[in-house]
């Protein structure tokens, strides 16, 4: 089965000194880049995802320090496909779907777990994938939309832990 990591969001603005700062940001970016280590070891494709606002202020301004995907995450993934959205689904008006030709299961991992992890997750752009999101690997503005986005996305997408995908 032929895989990609799709890395939603980790940029500045959801980390302190940001627009909005999520519940432990810094901890999941760090699981993050361990499991883009374990996906590259295993020949997972990787995807990076950044939104960027067509608003001139706010969250992720186009050109900001805020819209950057953060430096560890870049390290991690290497020379890997960027694509920038301007919606919580990272396929809409974007050119995803090219990247993922040959793709069999689609990991979804990021920042929002309740927004673009979920709207991505369950876009109809996935429909042939075998499509999991990896609940450790998300985060959102407190641990308890973390939690509620996690449980109601059971009831349609397959939740696991990095564990599960890697071992």
């Known amino acids: 089965m032929t895989r990609a990591l799709l890395v939603i969001d980790i940029q500045n603005d959801y ?50 320090a805020g819209a950057a ?3 560890a995450i870049l390290a991690a993934a290497g020379n890997v496909p960027t694509i920038t959205k301007r919606y919580p689904d990272a396929f809409q008006e974007t050119a995803l779907a090219e990247h993922l030709a040959g793709i069999d299961e689609l990991l979804v991992i990021g920042m929002m777990t309740q927004n673009c992890v979920v709207f991505t997750a369950m876009s109809r752009a996935t429909d042939g994938f075998r499509v999991r999101v990896v609940g450790d ?18 009831s349609k997408i397959e939740v696991a832990t990095a564990a599960d995908v890697w071992g």
């Open 69 to 71: 995907i953060r430096p």
């Open 137 to 154: 690997l998300c985060t959102a503005p407190t641990e308890a939309v973390h939690r509620i986005a996690l449980n109601a996305l059971r």
């Open 15 to 64: 980390f302190a000194g940001g627009a909005l700062p999520l519940w432990q940001p810094e901890e999941t970016e760090a699981r993050i880049v361990l499991a883009i280590g374990q996906a590259r070891a295993t020949g997972d494709r990787i995807i990076l995802v950044r939104h960027v606002s067509a608003s001139p202020a706010g969250l992720f301004v186009a050109g900001s």
